[in-house]
Each structure stands twice: as structure tokens, then as C-alpha cells.
């Protein structure tokens, strides 16, 4: 069991840096850009065509991939009030479980849509679907929607396994809430 936790310990860092580094540059220079577009607009009179598309796409593609960061962190979805309450009412082993459920129910969403989105990314690849402003194609920000879900899904059952080995241990007796928790 320890040389899957380091395993997957080296993956979630692995993932963590990379994304966590591109993501965070990645929203700088979408920001920089809506700046500059706003400048543009307001006090030129012009705007880039294809702008306002390449904004939306590309805040959303890097939203979808820093996701991947956030349930790294179990920071996407966090109810800190729902685990103090059960944590301070002494119910340990029902947070236990419900960390176990709640990665599982993450697991079946995201692969879900991983899995199921590779038809409409097929769709647009095959009928060259374009943005509004019908310059950008639609085929990349579906894939990376869809590289965001599948490995946010491969997170989730990784911290899934070690919910499951972390209750076989009974590591939820030692007392200490976990602030951050995807519960």
C-alpha cells in the first residue's frame, strides 16, 4: 500500500507543477489579452474579430485543466461546515466513508464526461465546427475539456484508493479534521 501512496503521491505533484504553472500562465496572458481588448474597443474603436471567442474558449480550457489542480488539492468542492459538524459530534468513521463516496461519485462524473465527450469532439473535428466569429476551431477546446476531465477522474480514483486504504488503516480514529476535504 505505501508504494502505491508514493506512486501516486509522484503523479498528483507531477501534475500539480505542470498544470499548475501553465494554468496560472495561461489565465495571465487570457488576461492580458482582455485588456488589451478592452483598450482597443474603448478607446480605438476596434476590436480583434476573433477575440471575445478566444477569451471565452480560453478561459474555459484553462479552467477545465486547473480543476485538475484543485481536486489535487480537494479544494474544488469543499462543505468545511458539513465535516466540522459531523467532526465535532464525533462522527469520524461516517467522514470516513463519505470521503470514500463523495471520490467515487467524482471518479464516475468525470470519466463520464471524459469518456462520453470524445464523440462530440469526433463531431467537430469531422465537421470542422468553428467559434462564432468562425475563425477558431472548436476541435481544440473540446479536447481540452476533455483532457481536464479524464485526468481530473484519474485524480479522483487515485485519492479514492487512498481513501480506501487510509480507512482500512483507521486514520480517521486519530482525531484531526481535515480542513480541506472534497466532502
Same mark, same amino acid.
Do not use: P
Given at each position: 500500500m505505501d508504494g502505491f501512496l508514493a506512486l501516486s503521491q509522484r503523479i498528483k505533484s507531477l501534475i500539480d507543477s505542470l498544470l499548475g504553472a501553465a494554468a496560472s500562465v495561461m489565465m495571465l496572458i487570457l488576461t492580458g489579452f482582455a485588456l488589451l481588448e478592452i483598450v482597443r474597443r474603448y478607446l480605438f474603436g476596434q476590436a480583434y474579430e476573433w477575440g471575445n471567442d478566444a477569451l471565452?474558449?480560453?478561459?474555459?480550457? &484553462?479552467? /477545465?485543466? %486547473?480543476? $485538475?489542480? &484543485?481536486?489535487?488539492? !480537494? /479544494?474544488?468542492?469543499?462543505?468545511?461546515? *458539513?465535516?466540522? @459538524?459531523?467532526?465535532?459530534?464525533?462522527?469520524?468513521?461516517?467522514?470516513?466513508?463519505?470521503? *470514500?463516496?463523495?471520490?467515487? @461519485?467524482?471518479?464516475?462524473? $468525470? @470519466?463520464?464526461?471524459?469518456?462520453?465527450?470524445? /464523440?462530440?469532439?469526433? %463531431?467537430?473535428?469531422? !465537421?470542422?465546427?468553428?467559434? %462564432?466569429?468562425?475563425? @477558431?476551431p472548436l476541435a481544440p477546446f473540446y479536447l481540452t475539456l476533455m483532457i481536464g476531465f479524464l485526468l481530473m477522474g484519474l485524480l479522483a480514483f487515485l485519492q479514492f484508493i487512498e481513501d480506501i486504504i487510509s480507512f482500512a488503516r483507521k486514520e480517521y480514529l486519530d482525531g484531526e479534521i481535515e480542513l480541506v476535504t472534497d466532502v
Open positions: 471565452v474558449l480560453g478561459m474555459i480550457g &484553462t479552467v /477545465s485543466l %486547473y480543476f $485538475c489542480v &484543485t481536486q489535487i488539492r !480537494r /479544494s474544488h468542492l469543499v462543505m468545511n461546515a *458539513i465535516v466540522q @459538524l459531523l467532526h465535532a459530534r464525533g462522527f469520524l468513521k461516517t467522514i470516513g466513508v463519505l470521503k *470514500i463516496v463523495v471520490s467515487a @461519485l467524482v471518479v464516475v462524473f $468525470c @470519466l463520464t464526461i471524459g469518456v462520453t465527450g470524445w /464523440s462530440t469532439l469526433e %463531431y467537430s473535428w469531422a !465537421r470542422d465546427l468553428r467559434s %462564432y466569429s468562425l475563425i @477558431l
